[in-house]
């Protein structure tokens, strides 16, 4: 580890331009590729990057998928790292190589054939998908909210529906039915989201479409409440704010089945479910399971210790969602969470170097600051940990929603530095004084 000059510079190969993989390579670039002191290098298998956290506002149409998105290329001509595009698949420790596959367009030809691409620090952060836990049905007829495209291509089959059904409706009586399986961050903030974007869309013309009529959100959770990761008042309260909206929240319902107009639950029940969306627990990506021997766990995410290196390869470091971190001295790992990606990705942007300096840099902290959900524009709550030792405090209303914000702003300034943020900001509002407030098509 101590090939450090400009001449033949060290190389970091950072696998996933996600919520923690950019913000690394972009710190690294700016820093330290600009320098030319190591060689950063962002493979990704999309060409654009979007804040996953936003993926329930764009399958809701109350955030435009285009005017979100980060381009790659430009962000590494901007901060000194190379990019990559195509998708890692293999992996060669003897060789210290990446297997890159091939890409291909959107009508079949090839753009680009598989590459090895050589690295002497290799960074895995490809995130995580939408567990199925291999239900019946789930792969044809659900939704997942994996990427920004399926969102999209959410929000264009609600848009369809609602128009189906404003044809359909004078006198058929029939309903819109939407099932979110999964009661946590993502399932809540959607049910809540589409509760107002349906509203949005009927009052743009569609006249015989009644969203309190005809439109039924069913949140359906396998456990006994809500928000799991949240205190139990807080999981009451948003019970509380969505049953007050019109949202069925079913607790302790297993979905066993799902077919092209319902969903079948453990004790026999079929609910109606014209759209579906599948937002229950998490896994890895599958071509990491035992990747060229290293451990995996049993959802396929990377182990690592506490300095996020993998535990059978020092010169692997994975974080964010595809890792087992390990939290609290125990057997926890670190949940799967933007702000844990968020203070991984700052942890690494001074580890690596130090360690490319022959330094040995101390382990990873994570400092849980809380967890907040945005319940639309009804409330945002949640808990903010760290001001009373070992305590958390619950807020709510217009705090809550301003530190809400604000996470997504931080990812900004670490991409685009304060300057370009705010000013970014701003012709967002002044967008948003013009434009529909949820899109249309
Ligand atoms: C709808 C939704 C709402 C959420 N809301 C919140 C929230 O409010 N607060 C919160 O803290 N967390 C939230 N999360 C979780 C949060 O988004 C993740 O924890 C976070 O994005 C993880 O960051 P990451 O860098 O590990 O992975 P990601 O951000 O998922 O990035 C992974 C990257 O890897 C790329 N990739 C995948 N496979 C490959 C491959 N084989 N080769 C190359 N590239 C690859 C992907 O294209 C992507 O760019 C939410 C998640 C969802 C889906």
């Given at each position: 580890m101590t090939r450090a000059h400009s001449a033949n510079p060290h190389r970091i190969v950072i696998v996933g331009g996600g919520a923690g993989g950019l913000e690394l390579a972009t710190r690294l670039g700016r820093r330290h590729g600009r320098r030319g002191t190591v060689k950063v290098v962002l493979v990704d298998r999309t060409r654009t990057h979007m804040w996953k956290p936003l993926l329930h506002a764009v399958a809701a149409g109350s955030l435009n998928i285009h005017e979100e998105q980060i381009d790659y290329l430009y962000q590494a001509r901007w901060n000194h790292f190379e990019y990559c595009r195509g998708a890692m698949r293999e992996l060669d420790r003897v060789e210290r190589e990446i297997i890159v596959g091939e890409v291909r367009g959107?009508?079949?030809?090839?753009?680009l054939p598989e590459r090895r691409i050589a690295y002497d620090t290799l960074v895995i952060a490809v995130g995580s998908l939408c567990n199925?836990?291999?239900?019946?049905g789930v792969a044809e007829h659900a939704y997942k909210l994996d990427a920004a495209w399926e969102a999209h291509l959410f929000h264009r089959k609600l848009v369809n529906a609602c128009f189906s059904a404003n044809y359909h409706l004078p006198g058929s009586g029939a309903h819109l039915d939407i099932a979110i399986v999964g009661g946590g961050a993502t399932g809540v903030e959607l049910a809540a989201e589409l509760h107002n974007t349906t509203r949005v869309l009927a009052a743009?013309?569609?006249?015989?479409?009644?969203p309190d009529r005809h439109i039924r959100i069913r949140l359906i959770e396998?456990?006994?409440?809500?928000?799991?990761?949240?205190?139990e008042s807080l999981s009451t309260a948003v019970t509380g704010i969505l049953s007050g909206i019109g949202v069925t929240v079913n607790t302790g319902v297993k979905v066993t089945e799902v077919t092209p107009t319902a969903v079948h639950t453990a004790s026999g029940e079929v609910l109606p479910a014209d759209l579906v969306v599948w937002a229950a627990g998490i896994r890895a990506p599958?071509?990491?399971?035992?990747?060229?021997g290293l451990e995996t766990d049993r959802i396929d995410r990377l182990a690592v210790n506490a300095h996020l290196q993998s535990t059978r390869d020092a010169n692997i470091y994975a974080f964010g969602d595809c890792a087992a971190s390990p939290w609290q001295d125990g057997d926890a790992t670190l949940p799967p969470r933007a702000q844990v990606a968020h203070q991984q990705a700052s942890y690494l942007a001074r580890a690596l170097p130090a360690r490319v300096r022959g330094e040995s840099p101390p382990a990873f902290r994570y400092k849980d600051y809380g967890s907040l959900v945005s319940i639309g524009h009804h409330d945002t709550l949640g808990n903010l940990m760290g001001f009373v030792r070992g305590k958390g405090i619950r807020i709510e209303g217009m705090v809550a929603s301003f530190m809400y914000w604000l996470l997504y702003r931080s990812h900004l300034i670490a991409l685009n530095g304060f300057r370009k943020t705010a000013l970014d900001t701003v012709t967002g509002w002044m967008r948003r004084h013009t434009d529909p407030h949820v899109k249309l098509h």
């Open positions: 959107d009508d079949g030809e090839l753009v199925d836990f291999g239900t019946p743009y013309g569609l006249r015989n479409l009644d396998a456990g006994p409440r809500i928000l799991p990761g949240l205190t599958a071509f990491l399971r035992d990747i060229d």
